[in-house]
């Protein structure tokens, strides 16, 4: 028995460890693959991006064994001392990166999060407005096959024709005319800057809660590099590894009152940030994943860092450098370019779906997903879009230059997308490109 005071928990790589060959060679050796796929491929998910070291080494730390149900000070459980201390350090570091009042950091993911806002704000049957998901939205933002269209009234809202961005003037006579009492205002797939001021404006003027989804974009907002929405909207949610380079996980920050308390709820009914938290222990989840909210509060601690600024400036300029590259390449993006990290190829008049396409440049190690466009005529399996993000590519030190070359690599597939001899041949060009750089989070070669 290891009675040493550092062990197994203080190994500074927390995957890849040599207990993990000897008890599991299946899994061991299953993520030595998907090491090896990471370091030779270009990853371009929107969503994605290599959490640091410490932040994986507290994801696999001994906090993934208590149990913790409740919230700081008031547990179900005994011995929560010491998470009682994380939680709060976690919750105090957010309201400090975010300006807001009140943060919950349990939620499991961004989908159980804006369904804890539902549930704390509406009643099965209401209605709400959001940007649907050939638009650039989410799930969660009504669409049919999703909880928040079966259980809500669904009202879209859409983008303007010529811009493809929101249209607010629109957006503004549908909620006249609906009067939902939730509009969201956030997405997936929307290469551009939310205007939040526009859109609390229209939520006020029909005594709507308007909620900002920001599951992409919380570190470009951490970054001062896309505005901070807290002082425009009642709720924000977020997922926890995206830009902001955290945990797989989720938060909720919000205001402590409501200003529709006494419209849409009894007054003996709790405050927001009250009502929140019980939306999200105990009305769905149970106990909240300590090692989790552990490494949150590592990547909040990382993102305070003034590096952090530079990292999210350079992932806009990523973005933006890409998208140029491309356009001259003669691709169309939907919206014509991007303001954030993310860019969207628009292949309706293109011979393959994007699936297609998707197929094709993830044999050349170029991994990407495949994405509705707006006004897409292709099957939501298949699709007419490439999205394309620069949040992973710039935590491995990519700047404008690569940024170049991947359009280079990306035409190069597109253009022959039968020839597989030209997918191997950008693929060994990929591993070779990548080699320069290391990747956060795993060990030194
Ligand atoms: N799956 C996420 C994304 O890729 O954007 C959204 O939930």
Same mark, same amino acid.
Request: charged residues 20%.
């Given at each position: 028995?290891? =009675? ?31 090491? &090896? ?5 270009? /990853? ?23 149990? %913790? ?10 011995? =929560? ?32 999060? =804006? ?11 209401? /209605? ?63 290469? &551009? ?47 926890? @590894? ?24 009894? /007054?003996?009914? @709790? ?17 909240? @994943? ?38 001259? &390449? ?50 939501? %399996? ?40 030209? @997918? ?10 990548? %080699? ?10």
């Amino acid at each position: 028995m290891d =009675n040493s005071a550092g062990g197994a928990i203080t190994q500074p790589d927390t995957y890849g460890r040599p207990h993990l060959a000897a008890v599991d060679c299946r899994v061991h050796e299953l993520l030595l693959r998907q090491e &090896r796929q990471e370091r030779t491929t270009l /990853k371009l998910i929107a969503s994605e991006n290599f959490a640091s070291s410490a932040v994986l080494e507290a994801t696999g730390s001994i906090f993934t064994n208590k149990y %913790a149900e409740g919230y700081p000070g008031a547990r179900y459980y005994a011995g =929560n001392e010491i998470v009682d201390e994380l939680e709060n350090l976690a919750i105090e570091r957010l309201k400090a990166l975010f300006g807001c009042e009140h943060a919950n950091v349990q939620p499991y993911s961004g989908s159980p999060a =804006n369904q804890a806002i539902y549930r704390a704000l509406l009643s099965p049957g209401d /209605k709400m407005m959001g940007l649907p998901l050939p638009s650039g939205g989410h799930l969660t933002h009504g669409w049919a096959v999703n909880f928040s269209g079966t259980d809500y009234q669904r009202i879209p809202y859409g983008l303007h024709e010529k811009t493809q961005q929101i249209d607010h003037d629109r957006l503004r006579e549908t909620a006249k005319r609906e009067r939902p009492k939730l509009i969201w205002v956030g997405g997936t797939a929307y290469p &551009r800057i939310f205007d939040y001021a526009a859109m609390a404006e229209i939520a006020s003027e029909v005594n709507s809660y308007l909620v900002a989804d920001i599951a992409h974009i919380s570190g470009l907002i951490v970054a001062g590099v896309h505005p901070n929405p807290v002082h425009h909207c009642d709720v924000v949610s977020s997922t926890s @590894h995206k830009s902001i380079r955290g945990p797989r996980g989720g938060f909720i920050l919000s205001r402590n009152e409501d200003r529709y308390q006494a419209l849409y709820h009894s /007054k003996n009914n @709790h405050n927001l940030a009250k009502r929140i938290d019980r939306a999200v222990f105990p009305l769905l989840q149970g106990g909240p @994943h300590m090692n989790t909210i552990a490494a949150l509060a590592v990547a909040l601690h990382e993102a305070a860092n003034p590096s952090f600024r530079v990292y999210g400036q350079q992932i806009v300029k990523n973005a933006k450098a890409l998208a140029q590259a491309l356009l001259e &390449r003669g691709y169309d993006l939907v919206t014509g370019g991007t303001d954030n990290h993310m860019l969207i190829l628009d292949l309706r008049d293109r011979p393959l779906s994007g699936k297609a396409y998707a197929e094709r440049l993830s044999q050349a190690g170029i991994i990407t997903n495949f994405n509705m466009v707006p006004g897409d005529w292709r099957h939501p %399996a298949l699709t007419s879009g490439i999205r394309l993000g620069t949040p992973a590519v710039t935590s491995v030190g990519m700047g404008e230059a690569e940024m170049v070359q991947i359009a280079a690599f990306i035409d190069l597939v597109c253009r022959q997308p039968d020839d597989p001899d030209v @997918h191997a041949c950008v693929r060994r060009d990929v591993a070779d490109f990548c %080699a320069a750089f290391d990747v956060p989070g795993m060990p030194d070669r």
